[in-house]
């Protein structure tokens, strides 16, 4: 079996290499750019069109191509209270933009052969070495737990089907979430793999694709496996490195004035801004949980800085975060055919999903689909920031926004902007 899954990861990797060649060669030849006079006027128009339409309080977007700027503009404001614009260096909630920081963090010690993807995370933390899967109830009203039918492995963790709950309205593993409450502010990375890991799973490791908790057990493994805080590995190995000096848990007092503040959008079309020291609690006390998969803020230009060190396969300004062979693997799809309870991956258009980023797989099937190519890699945020890697144009998009809930209208319009209307192919 593990040689029949190396053979297919092989293929996938010279599939995937043929295809950024063939897309690579075709782009030379055209030298016509994705980001043309005509697309920075769609983009200015669909930006400020947010705002107008008080979709959102304020906006602003980065799309390089070719290693160069083409694109950047800010509209509306980051503060309606207090009438501050939205600007470059607006500093934003980034929510589970930062869970692909994390998966880097992760596949660096990979590089270094600490771990294999297939190795169970038993091996390496024993707080999760006795889970149990919660299957319905007897007849006298008990609860059903059995083992799992094979070991949780770090695979699990890297394309959410390790079967944690992440619902607090789930049949009786709900409950005791919410009463563990393992991602408490209170919680160190430890509390909450020791929390997590006394809870049972809601399926069996690899049957579902299930979003929740996983990327907070690959930081506290990051941890574990460095013998090093996960916030210092991460400020270290690649935020130093890569000069991203905004991109933290942390804001200090001094650059709190420029927070955005975050919106909530009512069903009748309302704006509400949500109060400061409510939303931004997390980021400007500091507390001892520094989760895996949320919790970063960062600016446009820092977040560019990590897009385009993966759109260079690993690689930025002579500094190697990883091997081009790693972005690859990251970048490719390890979901099968046969994980067909997808949660709403399937919203996100033809995708699968790679370690830490949904993969583009297929052209979008109709217009309404979300617009982009085939090899592109990405994540948003539940603030409806988004970023994608399209390396078959070797270009990369930045999109900011604090707006609940989450609002993947305003993602299809600005990727349509950004390539212009989807059009099949005949």
Request: glycine fraction near 8%.
């Amino acid at each position: 079996m593990i040689q029949d899954i190396m053979k297919a990861k092989m293929m996938l990797f010279l599939g995937f290499g043929l295809f950024l060649s063939i897309c690579g060669a075709e782009k030379a030849v055209s030298q016509e750019k994705i980001v043309n006079e005509e697309a920075v006027q769609r983009l200015d128009s669909t930006l400020q069109s947010f705002v107008e339409t008080n979709a959102v309080g304020g906006t602003s977007a980065l799309v390089f191509e070719d290693g160069e700027e083409v694109y950047f503009n800010a509209f509306g404001d980051a503060d309606r209270n207090d009438k501050t614009p939205m600007k470059r260096n607006t500093i934003v909630q980034i929510y589970s933009m930062t869970k692909p920081v994390t998966g880097v963090a992760l596949m660096q010690l990979y590089e270094q052969g600490a771990f294999e993807l297939d190795d169970p995370v038993a091996d390496y933390l024993s707080e999760f070495a006795d889970l149990k899967v919660y299957e319905g109830e007897d007849e006298d009203g008990n609860p059903i737990l059995v083992e799992p039918k094979r070991p949780l492995t770090i695979r699990d963790l890297t394309r959410h089907t390790s079967g944690f709950a992440n619902d607090t309205n789930t049949p009786y593993v709900g409950a005791l979430l919410e009463e563990a409450a393992p991602l408490h502010h209170s919680n160190t990375l430890a509390d909450f793999a020791e929390k997590l890991g006394s809870l049972p799973l809601v399926f069996h490791p690899g049957e579902e694709w299930y979003y929740g908790p996983s990327v907070d057990v690959q930081a506290y493994l990051v941890e574990r496996l460095s013998g090093q805080p996960f916030d210092k590995y991460l400020r270290e190995h690649i935020l130093d490195p890569l000069g991203m000096n905004e991109t933290r848990y942390y804001v200090p007092e001094e650059d709190r004035g420029r927070m955005a503040s975050t919106f909530y959008g009512g069903e009748d079309g309302s704006l509400t801004q949500i109060p400061d020291n409510e939303q931004h609690a997390f980021n400007i006390n500091e507390v001892p949980l520094t989760p895996g998969g949320w919790g970063l803020t960062s600016t446009l230009d820092d977040y560019m800085t990590f897009t385009q060190m993966l759109v260079n396969e690993g690689s930025l300004n002579g500094v190697q975060i990883l091997k081009p062979e790693t972005v690859e693997l990251m970048a490719t799809n390890h979901l099968s055919d046969e994980v067909t309870e997808r949660l709403w991956l399937p919203s996100k258009g033809q995708v699968g999903f790679g370690i830490d980023f949904a993969v583009r797989l297929r052209p979008p099937a109709s217009a309404e689909e979300n617009h982009g190519k085939v090899g592109e890699f990405f994540w948003d945020g539940a603030a409806s920031t988004l970023f994608w890697v399209d390396p078959a144009n070797e270009l990369t998009a930045v999109f900011f926004v604090q707006k609940f809930p989450f609002d993947g209208r305003l993602h299809k319009d600005f990727r349509d902007a950004v390539y212009g209307k989807y059009v099949p192919e005949n």
